[in-house]
């Protein structure tokens, strides 16, 4: 029982990293093509069908791009930066229920890595370590304005943190529970925790987009800068590792939010598995959709916002679900 555990597991890891490592790839054509759809542009056309092997193009000249390591960066940091944040990611991905479970050959096959019962804690705690990447790597440069860039990212990491943590505390109380398959089941009963907990979506929702990076809370590296911020001194697959973190993370927060406040999976049909997945893809092109509309925000914008608009909106709301649940 316990090889067939350990095979199994060892099947899921692999499974999780070639599915997420490829569509992080594929997430960049999705965001080129909607970006350029709304921008009345075409986006990639030239390479492939409609451009679909611009990912293969893509993929093949980071990996056979030069590596250089410029002369006065701390190396050993400099190096492993890059492979905290892509790691950081996948590791987050090993709590998230991405189907219910069902039975292949005879045996019960859940896809969930690991169900601990600190799971949405664990997602969030190792998502917010991938941070560490980009610090680093801003730290470890020998160029003033990655250093700038890592300082800014820690200025605003503690603020949408804090508003990430207050926000899920409601609906935690309501669970009673820190385990994904836990919320999925709750809601089965209860209905989805959005209609009780609206605002706590919402909050939860902001700061999904400065925890993944993406406009308008791209402040760690903002793409109409001269420079590309923490990642100015990097090249070909470490530079690429950072992207993939990024678009992993995407993903990954995709899934958690439907399984948090919009039902999971229900029942473990095949009808709510491809509930979860339709969910799932609304949520990702919300983040493409946003960086098409929104400008970026100014770091003391993002701060202001976080510390004195969405954490006393997010602690009332754990004062009032206390109080309705005592009552």
Known sequence: MDNAYLIET???????????????????????????????????????????????????????????????????IFKIAPVITAATAFMAAAAIPFLPSFELFGHEVHPIVADINIGILYVLGVMAVGLFGPLLGGMASANKFSLLSAARAAAVFISYEVVTGLAILAPIMMVGSLSLIDFNNYQIEHGWIVWSQPVAFVLFWIAAFAETGRTPFHLIANDHEIIDGFGTEYSGMRWGLFFIGEYANMFFISFVIPILFLGGFGDGSVLGAVALFGKMAFFFFFFLWTRAAWPDVRPDQLMWLCWKVLMPVAVINVVITGLVMMF
């Open 10 to 76: 060892i099947i899921k890891v692999v499974v999780i990293l070639l599915i997420f490592s490829a569509l992080a790839g594929i997430g960049t054509y999705f965001e080129r093509k909607v970006l350029a759809f709304m921008q009345r542009r075409l986006g990639p056309m030239n390479v492939g069908p409609f451009g679909l092997l611009q990912v293969g193009a893509d993929g093949i000249k980071l990996f056979t791009k030069e590596d250089i390591i410029p002369t006065n960066v701390v190396g050993p």
